[in-house]
Structures are given as structure tokens and as C-alpha cells.
């Protein structure tokens, strides 16, 4: 024997039971109390970068007064000109030298002992009362000219004496001696004297 079910039948279909309100109420002060919370951190949060950006302000005045001070203390320093003059000399000096350098350089062996050991003689020998302004040692040395002064006439020859014992110019022949006396020194003579080539050695 057959029985048959009807699981249509309203009776058997499970109603779902609607939310009382007391649930309700619960549900929604829950999310009353979640919003809250939420609130209450974003303020919070927002107080607290406030503050922070306020001391950040204050350390950034502080710091600024700081450099103002320090740069009244210690202003920009100016360019001594002294300083400036003796760099423009020095700077000078190099530069001399190393045009001295190079001169000698471009030179061979041969002329630059030749050069030095009339630098040398020079030195070594020299006159009271006579002093040499320019020193001009061409072509490898073997045209020469020198310029210089003395305090009397008679010292010129007197030097140029010693120079020929001390055979500083061995083997040079001079085509040109220059005598110029000063109007306010008359005893003061200024001379130029050049050479030729060199015809022995």
C-alpha cells in the first residue's frame, strides 16, 4: 500500500522566523558603537598629526632662528686684497718658472750644461758696484746679452775684465757695448752689451 506526500504543502515548508526587535536593537547599537570607535580614532588621529605638525613648525622656526644667528655671527667673508695680490704674485712666479722649465726642456743636453754653467759663472763672479737687470741666453746660448748697471764708469770695464779671466763667455765674441749715463745719478752708468755666435769652444 501506497501513501503519498505532498511536500508542497504550506505545513511543511520552513518559514524562516523574522528578527525580533530586541535583536535588532542589539544589531544596530553594535554598529552604533563600531561608527563610534571609528570616529573617535579618526579624531584622535587627526589631534595627534596636528600636534606633531605644530612641534614640527615650532623646530623649524627654532632652526631658522638658529641660521639667522650663526649667519650674523659669521658673515660672508670678503676678499682680502692683500691676500689677492700676493696669489696674483705667486701665480706669476709659477708662471715664470715654468716658462723656465720649459726652456729648458726644449733644449738638448748639450746647451742646456752649456746654459747652466754661464748661469753658474755668473753668479759665482760677480762685482761690487755692478749689478746685471737681464740675462738673455739665445739660441742655446750662444748669442748673449746682458743688461745691467753700475755705480761708476770705470767698474763696467773692470767687470767685463773678470769675466773674460774667469772665461764665463769662453770663445765669445761681443759686437756691441752700450753705455748710458743717468741725467740723476751722473756717475751711474747703465750698459747693453750683445754678442755674436760663438767661434770656438
Same mark, same amino acid.
Given at each position: 500500500? &501506497?501513501?503519498?506526500?505532498?511536500? &508542497?504543502?504550506?505545513?511543511?515548508?520552513?518559514? $524562516? *522566523?523574522?528578527?525580533?526587535?530586541?535583536?535588532?536593537?542589539?544589531?544596530? #547599537?553594535?554598529?552604533?558603537?563600531?561608527?563610534?570607535?571609528?570616529?573617535?580614532?579618526?579624531?584622535?588621529?587627526?589631534?595627534?598629526?596636528?600636534?606633531?605638525?605644530?612641534?614640527?613648525?615650532?623646530?623649524?622656526?627654532?632652526?631658522?632662528?638658529?641660521?639667522?644667528?650663526?649667519?650674523?655671527? @659669521?658673515?660672508?667673508?670678503?676678499?682680502? =686684497?692683500? +691676500?689677492?695680490?700676493?696669489?696674483?704674485?705667486?701665480?706669476?712666479?709659477?708662471?715664470?718658472?715654468?716658462?723656465?722649465?720649459?726652456? @729648458?726642456? #726644449?733644449?738638448?743636453?748639450? %746647451?742646456?750644461?752649456?746654459?747652466?754653467?754661464?748661469?753658474?759663472?755668473?753668479?759665482?763672479?760677480? $762685482?761690487?758696484?755692478?749689478?746685471?737687470?737681464?740675462?738673455?741666453?739665445? %739660441?742655446?746660448?750662444?748669442?748673449?746679452?746682458? $743688461?745691467? $748697471?753700475?755705480?761708476?764708469?770705470?767698474?763696467?770695464?773692470? &767687470?767685463?775684465?773678470?769675466? =773674460?779671466?774667469?772665461?764665463?763667455?769662453?770663445?765669445?765674441? @761681443?759686437?756691441?757695448?752700450?753705455?748710458?749715463? +743717468?741725467? *740723476?745719478?751722473?756717475?751711474?752708468?747703465? @750698459? %747693453? +752689451?750683445?754678442?755674436?755666435?760663438?767661434?770656438?769652444?
Amino acid at each position: 500500500m &501506497y501513501q503519498q506526500i505532498n511536500l &508542497y504543502q504550506t505545513v511543511l515548508i520552513k518559514k $524562516s *522566523e523574522p528578527l525580533q526587535a530586541k535583536q535588532a536593537l542589539w544589531i544596530l #547599537g553594535a554598529l552604533l558603537i563600531c561608527l563610534l570607535l571609528i570616529g573617535a580614532f579618526i579624531a584622535k588621529t587627526k589631534d595627534d598629526l596636528q600636534t606633531e605638525s605644530a612641534e614640527l613648525d615650532q623646530q623649524q622656526q627654532v632652526v631658522t632662528d638658529n641660521i639667522l644667528e650663526l649667519e650674523a655671527l @659669521f658673515p660672508v667673508p670678503m676678499p682680502s =686684497g692683500l +691676500l689677492l695680490r700676493k696669489i696674483d704674485s705667486l701665480e706669476k712666479k709659477l708662471e715664470g718658472q715654468r716658462d723656465v722649465m720649459e726652456f @729648458f726642456s #726644449g733644449q738638448n743636453l748639450g %746647451n742646456n750644461q752649456s746654459i747652466l754653467e754661464t748661469l753658474d759663472g755668473l753668479a759665482r763672479h760677480r $762685482s761690487k758696484g755692478v749689478w746685471l737687470r737681464r740675462i738673455s741666453l739665445l %739660441n742655446g746660448g750662444r748669442d748673449v746679452q746682458l $743688461s745691467g $748697471s753700475a755705480i761708476l764708469a770705470q767698474q763696467i770695464p773692470e &767687470y767685463l775684465q773678470l769675466l =773674460g779671466e774667469k772665461k764665463i763667455f769662453s770663445g765669445q765674441v @761681443f759686437s756691441r757695448l752700450a753705455l748710458n749715463r +743717468l741725467e *740723476e745719478n751722473a756717475d751711474q752708468v747703465d @750698459f %747693453n +752689451l750683445d754678442s755674436k755666435e760663438k767661434v770656438m769652444r
